[in-house]
T-cell receptor
Framework: NAGVTQTPKFRVLKTGQSMTLLCAQDMNHEYMYWYRQDPGMGLRLIHYSVGEGTTAKGEVPDGYNVSRLKKQNFLLGLESAAPSQTSVYFC????????????FGDGTRLSIL | AQRVTQPEKLLSVFKGAPVELKCNYSYSGSPELFWYVQYSRQRLQLLLRHISRESIKGFTADLNKGETSFHLKKPFAQEEDSAMYYCALSNSGYALNFGKGTSLLVTP
């Protein structure tokens, strides 16, 4: 039981390049989330999904797209990377909303040059 | 609007001293509050949630609706408690609203 797995763990991109971050969970959770963590800013929600085939915007969605084609996977895409997107990205999942705790992945450290 | 405030970016205490990490929130409904911890090079993990009223690793947190606070406390800090601590509020929807975090450093 791996929980929440994120790939890749590290990546360096050049401005304008595109890439996709993959999040996979094996807990049969309905809800999945993408956060970014920046120094002094805490965790900010980018996008989230309440079930297969659904996505919704969070606090800082601009420059990102997401897809939830399968229940266990939640993909975060950067179409044209910008230096401001240099951050650590965390994926999380939860069984339900509200008081159910979120389970986090190890994070992806992304640098945009 | 809901907001979680952790006023201290860094808190440094000596081993064996009491520690209190502050968290204040603003939310119009009935809040559901959590403390998450991130140890060095580890993933974020749940430490406490207010509905459980439990003690984990010696930490407790009481929801004070009058003061809109959910401070995290431990009577005797240990070096292994050094970590980043995040207070989070769950809205009536789906997502967690995190504070900016407090870095706790416990020195010998």
């Amino acid at each position: 039981n791996a929980g929440v797995t994120q790939t890749p763990k590290f990546r360096v991109l050049k401005t304008g390049q595109s890439m996709t971050l993959l999040c996979a969970q094996d807990m049969n959770h309905e809800y999945m989330y993408w956060y970014r963590q920046d120094p002094g800013m805490g965790l900010r929600l980018i996008h989230y999904s309440v079930g297969e085939g659904t996505t919704a915007k969070g606090e800082v969605p601009d420059g990102y797209n997401v897809s939830r084609l399968k229940k266990q996977n939640f993909l975060l895409g950067l179409e044209s990377a910008a230096p401001s997107q240099t951050s650590v990205y965390f994926c999380a999942s939860s069984y339900q909303a509200g008081a159910q705790p979120q389970h986090f992945g190890d994070g992806t450290r992304l640098s945009i040059l | 609007a809901q907001r979680v405030t952790q006023p201290e970016k860094l808190l440094s205490v000596f081993k064996g001293a009491p520690v209190e990490l502050k968290c204040n929130y603003s939310y119009s409904g009935s809040p559901e509050l959590f403390w998450y911890v991130q140890y060095s090079r580890q993933r974020l993990q749940l430490l406490l949630r207010h509905i459980s009223r439990e003690s984990i690793k010696g930490f407790t947190a009481d929801l004070n609706k009058g003061e809109t606070s959910f401070h995290l406390k431990k009577p005797f800090a240990q070096e292994e408690d050094s970590a980043m601590y995040y207070c989070a509020l769950s809205n009536s929807g789906y997502a967690l609203n995190f504070g900016k975090g407090t870095s706790l450093l416990v020195t010998p």
